[in-house]
């Protein structure tokens, strides 16, 4: 879970790791937020915002950029993201497109990558 070993995994941090793990929806770190202080009320909005970006950093959480907003993802596989220019939704994309399946290009080995797609939904297509 947590790579370094010096660092404490503490309640507060287990609770948005373990929120953002379980769900689907890539919130942002205000619904992060309004998730977490229902357990923990005592949680600033300030201590939730560094807690995203430490575990952004550390490569325990994905951070994945919508209209100019970050939204957080607690799958860390390689994946794509697909964007519904309707509803504002994002659904994870695990298909075997030929580029997500690549891990060595021309230029070197593929270690990580973010790759978006946009366009309408299913539900919205209806």
Do not use: W
Not at 34 to 47: A, C, E
Not at 53 to 66: A, F, M, T
């Amino acid at each position: 879970m947590i790579t370094n070993k010096k660092e404490r995994l503490t309640n507060q941090k287990r609770i948005i790791l373990d929120y953002l793990k379980s769900t689907k929806c890539h919130p942002c770190a205000e619904e992060v937020y309004f998730f977490v202080q229902k357990k923990l009320p005592q949680i600033s909005q300030g201590t939730v915002y560094r807690i995203l970006n430490n575990l952004k950093e550390k490569g325990e959480i994905l951070e994945i950029l919508s209209g100019g907003k970050s939204r957080y993802d607690g799958d860390t596989s390689l994946h794509g993201h697909f964007f519904c220019q309707k509803c504002g939704r994002v659904f994870d994309v695990f298909e075997k497109c030929k580029i997500l399946r690549c891990k060595k290009l021309k230029v070197g080995i593929v270690k990580n990558y973010q790759i978006y797609f946009y366009g309408i939904c299913n539900n919205c297509k209806k």
